[in-house]
């Protein structure tokens, strides 16, 4: 079966570093979206891409986090510098931007200490 | 900004026994979709319904879209110990293939 693929799977991290997490979308997808999850927040949205270009980032903190897709292969979500706030699971997913759905990775989990 | 709540947020039956969750909204989708997540795993998807009124069933699980589009209901019957996980909705608006996610319904079977 064809799957997202996250890495790293976890990252333990001190507050003010640099943190990337790294997606391979499915082959052929073209709609790319990064996810956080948190027990007290849910599963909250933080930037989707269609044809690598980005369409809507309004969910991303901007002072510290990016989102980019350097090619179609590789989606990164980069935050700089971390808090311990973000302790999150990250999640990517990727689909072709229809009724169809998407396909989720196993995402990233993230503490920030 | 649109919210979807889902009700109940937790849920613990015994085998054999139906259950039914809830999503709703005061917005209104153009498709929605359901999926369902293990510990440790991504999201899951289950189904997408796209019209209002909408009903489509998956073995013991029936799901319906409500007639204006703002709510859906995810039936299970019978339900199995593998049955258990997160329950999630998610919906997109007219125009966009941008889902949002509901609050999520966690669901225990006990043998």
């Known amino acids: 079966d064809a799957r997202v693929t996250q890495t790293p799977r976890h990252k333990v991290t001190e507050m003010g570093q640099e943190v990337t997490m790294r997606c391979q979308p499915i082959l052929g997808h073209n709609t790319v979206f990064w996810y956080r999850q948190t027990m007290m927040q849910g599963l909250e949205l933080l930037a989707y891409?269609?044809?690598?270009?980005?369409?809507?980032d309004s969910g991303m903190p901007k002072d510290r986090f990016s989102a980019e897709m350097p090619d179609a292969t590789l989606a990164t979500l980069k935050i700089q510098p971390s808090e311990p706030r973000d302790s999150a699971v990250y999640f990517c997913?990727?689909?072709?931007?229809?009724?169809?759905?998407?396909?989720f990775g196993s995402g990233t989990r993230l503490t920030v200490v | 900004t649109q919210l979807l709540e889902q009700s109940p947020q937790f849920l613990s039956i015994q085998e054999g026994e139906n259950l039914t969750v809830y999503c709703n909204s005061s917005?209104?989708?153009?498709?929605l979709q359901w999926y369902r997540q293990e510990p440790g795993e991504g999201p899951v998807l289950l189904v997408t319904?796209?019209?209002?009124?909408e009903v489509k069933k998956l073995k013991r699980l029936t799901f319906q879209f409500g007639d204006a589009r703002k709510d859906s209901s995810l039936h299970i019957t019978a339900a199995q110990p593998g049955d258990t996980g997160l329950y999630l909705c998610a919906g997109a608006t007219s125009g966009t293939y941008k889902y949002i996610f509901g609050t999520g319904t966690r669901l225990k079977v006990l043998a």
């Open positions: 891409f269609r044809n690598r270009a980005p369409l809507d």
């Open positions: 997913a990727s689909g072709l931007g229809t009724v169809l759905g998407y396909t």
């Open positions: 917005s209104v989708f153009s498709s």
């Open positions: 319904v796209v019209t209002g009124g």
